[in-house]
């Protein structure tokens, strides 16, 4: 059977997956309802988080197709993917136009030779513009300096929630086969000699309890099958040696166990149990081993500590040292960006590509019955021929016109600066450059400083130059000195003073941080002291006190919120910041000390 290998791609949330789905629904491998984004944290955020593998049959051939995330903390992971296929379809949402991630992907593919399918997608939406959308498609193309032959790239326009496709707009919109015959069209058949010996490559690791682990395996020379003694070859030139113990291919949602699969196909091996991305599988040892695929460096770190606050223990199953560095080591199997260093006891430095990526470790972690507590991240920084080098950032910030001058500010007190602006009607597009270190715990007030109005993204560019001190914004955490439930009463007072992130009802602990300070001092505070017993009688009951709506905390909001001296205490069910030292005498003699 011929065989098409393509991936899809596009900026976060242009529609990738709804048409993967699609896709799969019309030729008969998934019922409706079914949908590629199968992980209980995808469908919560409504985001694709890892990349998967599926493949359907349409007129006789085999289309494997390669599902990708848009967000751009996962971006090295789609580069991975981009290595292994032959053709991509480029999303593009027909109202937003070309967005940054739009611009990676298409530059990651372009450079690799890769020819693309262009989806204009999304064409219902009340301020679809899709001949201007596929203009700007195009000077993208030339922007990213595309050859000729990629200039010259096929268009589809699709509505891929309605599962419609079509070759031309005026089209009447039936069902997604348009798309389908264009992949079958003018994607090249994935090619490769089935009797030369067998050369396949890992481009992405999964990970099961009997098997242990797999790689997912594009097959480019000779056949593979199930008892097969092979090689593995490093790109620098180590080798070993192991046995194929089971082969699946991919069907839908499920993997296909089969015998035997040949050069062009894509599968899941088992039996390797060190396998890594980019080494060469083969059956002759003199094989020549074939380019590496390149995986790319963290760019933030922080410590994962046991929970050792008061509260430890209240609602997590899995606690101890131990537990935790087991599910590190589990979490090492597959999530590839990432890197832990064990060298210290009491702590383990968990190395990561982005926040997100950390936030996507936790958040399994405690649903899993996980509690941990972590450190603020920090951004990486190295040595290079002498000089500090540290992760830079492009960040580029839609927002309302009115926003754009805080917005500006604000990046600029930390490093960040403007390269590039564009002025739409009301709106700007502004695109900035700088450090990692100064976007660590900017996004939430982003949000504020642009009334949930403004949209940021941002994406690793590389290692450059330290980009000197940046004084971060003095906030103030209001610290609870006593341990309780927490009283309206009290509360009442502390809310004009700062921000707080429990209610009434919460139960605190002596060194749980409950609130920022806006004065941005250190506070102590009493959160559980009520008032007095002629008080009562004087001022009214509970019943009138007002409290505006506490800011609950999420792993994203504490990380963000945290400040050096403070860790972020996660349960499964609770998120808690507190002071490293709990005591606050302890707190004021360990400052004066140091
Ligand atoms: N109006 C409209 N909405 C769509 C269409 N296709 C998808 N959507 C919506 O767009 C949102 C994002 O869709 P997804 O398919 O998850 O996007 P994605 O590109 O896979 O997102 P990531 O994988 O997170 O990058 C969902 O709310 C979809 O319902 C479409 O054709 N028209
Ligand atoms: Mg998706």
Redesign the pocket.
């Known amino acids: 059977m011929e065989i098409r290998n393509i991936a899809i791609i596009?900026?976060?949330?242009?529609?990738?997956?709804?048409?993967?789905?699609a896709i799969m629904r019309q030729t008969g491998m998934f019922d409706a309802g079914m949908s590629m984004?199968t992980d209980a944290l995808e469908q919560e955020r409504?985001?694709?988080i890892y990349a998967k593998n599926t493949a359907t049959i349409y007129k006789g051939t085999k289309i494997n197709i390669v599902?990708?995330?848009?967000?751009a903390d996962f971006g090295s992971e789609v580069e991975r993917v981009l290595r292994s296929i032959d053709s991509v379809l480029l999303?593009v949402d027909a109202q937003e136009g070309p967005m940054p991630q739009t611009r990676f992907v298409l530059k990651k593919s372009l450079e690799l030779g890769l020819k693309p399918i262009v989806v204009i997608?999304?064409?219902?939406?009340p301020a679809a513009d899709p001949v201007k959308t596929e203009e700007q498609v195009l000077e993208l193309f030339m922007d990213l300096g595309a050859t000729d032959e990629q200039m010259d790239f096929p268009v589809v326009y699709?509505?891929?929630?309605?599962g419609v496709a079509m070759k031309s707009l005026g089209d009447e919109g039936k069902d997604i086969a348009p798309l389908l015959d264009e992949i079958i069209s003018s994607v090249p058949a994935a090619g490769g000699n089935q009797n030369s010996p067998l050369r396949a490559q890992p481009f992405s690791l999964a990970y099961d309890n009997f098997l242990g682990r797999l790689a997912i395996a594009r097959i480019y020379e000779g056949t593979i099958r199930v008892g097969q003694d092979v090689f593995v070859l490093t790109a620098e030139g180590k080798k070993r040696s192991g046995k194929i113990t089971k082969l699946f291919g991919f069907k839908g949602l499920v993997r296909a166990e089969t015998e035997e699969a040949a050069a062009g196909d894509i599968v899941m091996i088992a039996g390797l149990p060190d396998i890594f991305i980019g080494e060469t599988i083969c059956s002759d040892e003199r094989t020549e081993p074939l380019p590496a695929i390149k995986v790319d460096e963290p760019t933030i770190t922080l410590d994962f500590l046991v929970n050792d606050s008061p509260f430890a223990g209240r609602d997590g199953k899995f606690l101890t040292s131990r537990q935790i560095r087991e599910r590190l080591e589990k979490e090492l199997e597959v999530n590839v960006g990432l890197k832990v260093d064990f060298s210290r006891p009491e702590s383990f430095k968990v190395y990561g590509r982005g926040e997100l990526h950390i936030v996507v470790l936790l958040e399994n972690m405690r649903r899993q019955g996980y509690e941990v507590q972590v450190s603020r991240p920090q951004a990486i920084t190295k040595e290079e021929n002498g000089l500090k080098m540290e992760p830079f950032e492009e960040v580029v910030v839609d927002t309302p016109s009115e926003f754009q001058g805080v917005v500006i500010e604000k990046l600029g007190k930390r490093k960040i600066v403007m390269k590039d602006m564009e002025s739409k009607e009301s709106s700007v597009r502004m695109v900035f450059e700088g450090p990692t270190r100064g976007l660590l715990g900017y996004r939430s007030e982003f949000t504020v400083d642009t009334k949930g109005e403004g949209i940021m993204t941002s994406r690793f560019v590389g290692f450059k130059p330290h980009a000197g001190e940046i004084e971060r914004r003095a906030t103030g955490s209001m610290t609870s000195m006593a341990s309780g439930k927490a009283l309206a009463f009290s509360l009442n007072n502390l809310q004009n003073r700062g921000t707080l992130y429990i209610g009434p009802g919460t139960e605190v602990y002596e060194g749980m941080v409950i609130g920022d300070a806006s004065k941005g001092d250190e506070m102590a505070v009493n959160p559980v002291k009520g008032k007095n017993l002629t008080n009562m009688r004087a001022s009214g009951s509970d019943e009138n006190i007002q409290l505006a709506p506490p800011r609950l905390l999420t792993i994203e909001s504490g990380l963000e919120l945290m400040s050096e001296d403070e860790y972020l205490e996660i349960t499964p069910n609770v998120v808690r910041l507190r002071k490293r030292i709990l005591k606050e005498g302890e707190r004021i003699k360990n400052k004066r000390r140091s």
């Open positions: 596009a900026h976060v949330d242009h529609g990738k997956t709804t048409l993967t789905d984004d409504g985001i694709t599902d990708t995330p848009g967000h999303v997608n999304k064409i219902d939406k699709a509505v891929g929630r309605d």
